[in-house]
Nanobody
Framework: QVQLVESGGGLVQAGGSLRLSCAASGRTFSTYAMGWFRQAPGKEREFVAGVSGLGPTTYYGDSVKGRFTISRDNDKNTVYLQMNMLNAEDTAVYYC????????????????WGQGTQVTVSS
């Protein structure tokens, strides 16, 4: 089993930045693809960003391209999401997810999930 714990959420003004972290358990972290998803009230869970295992390949949802950056530190078993130029539409619970090797944009393809961290952007 892989356990994921998100941190770094909070309240931020529009135009500001936040950096989310996802700490993972296990000794095979580098083999897992990691993803960030978000879900706002009344909305479906939305793909935000993903990074493949054992490689630099990254993917981003259309709504965050150019503003968000996903990265990973395998020595720390941690994935990050740097969020810049935040706006009210970014308000959501952000979830970290993991699956073996290949990155995916569908939530159904991810095996492990964190509990989420709330991001609220005030206008």
């Amino acid at each position: 089993q892989v356990q994921l714990v998100e941190s770094g959420g909070g309240l931020v003004q529009a135009g500001g930045s936040l950096r989310l972290s996802c700490a993972a358990s296990g000794r095979t972290f580098s083999t897992y693809a990691m993803g960030w998803f978000r879900q706002a009230p009344g909305k479906e869970r939305e793909f935000v960003a993903g990074v493949s295992g054992l490689g630099p390949t990254t993917y981003y949802g259309d709504s965050v391209k150019g503003r968000f950056t996903i990265s990973r530190d395998n020595d720390k078993n941690t994935v990050y999401l740097q969020m810049n130029m935040l706006n009210a539409e970014d308000t959501a619970v952000y979830y970290c997810a993991a699956r073996w090797a290949v990155a995916a944009t569908r939530s159904e393809e991810y095996t492990y999930w964190g509990q989420g961290t709330q991001v609220t952007v005030s206008s």
